[in-house]
C-alpha cells in the first residue's frame, strides 16, 4: 500500500511527516520499530512524539556524501530520494502545476500506480 499526505511548504518536515505517518498507521497491519530519516528529522520532540504516538524509534542517517564531496547511495534513503526522481518523468509533477493539495496527491497516487503497474507487467 502506497500513501502520500502534502503539506504547504511553509509546513515543517517534522509537521508533515506526523500526518503522514497518521494517515500511515490506519491501514499499516503492524506497528513500525524504527522510522529511518534524514537530520531534517532530527530533535528531541519529533522522536519524543514517535515514541508516544507510534512506539517507534526514530534513526537519522548520516549523509556520507557531504564528508565525500560525492555522491554515495544510502541504502534506506536512496529508495525514497529515487521515488522522487522518477516523479520528474511526470509532467504534472515535474513541478508544482496544482493549485489544490488534493489534486497534487492524486498525481502521486497515479504516478505510483504507473510505476508499480509497469513494474508488474
Known amino acids: 500500500m502506497v500513501d502520500v499526505a502534502i ?3 511553509n509546513v515543517h518536515d517534522t509537521k508533515g511527516a506526523q500526518k503522514a505517518i497518521r494517515k500511515a498507521l490506519r491501514w499499516l497491519t503492524s ?15 519529533f522522536a519524543k512524539w514517535m515514541e508516544n504516538k507510534v512506539g517507534a ?3 537519522v ?16 534513503r536512496w529508495v525514497v ?11 504534472r509533477l515535474d513541478k ?10 492524486a498525481m502521486v497516487r497515479w504516478a ?3 510505476l508499480m503497474l509497469r513494474r508488474l507487467c
Open 7 to 9: 503539506t504547504p511548504a
Open 31 to 45: 506497528t513500525p520499530e524504527i522510522l529511518y530519516a534524514d537530520k531534517g528529522y532530527q530533535g528531541r520532540p
Open 57 to 59: 524509534a526514530v534513526s
Open 61 to 76: 542517517t548520516d549523509n556520507p556524501a557531504m564528508v565525500a564531496k560525492r555522491f554515495i547511495p544510502v541504502k534506506k
Open 81 to 91: 530520494e529515487r521515488t522522487f526522481a522518477w516523479f520528474g518523468d511526470y509532467r
Open 96 to 105: 508544482d502545476q496544482e493549485r489544490r493539495m488534493t489534486h497534487s496527491a
Open 112 to 114: 505510483m500506480v504507473s
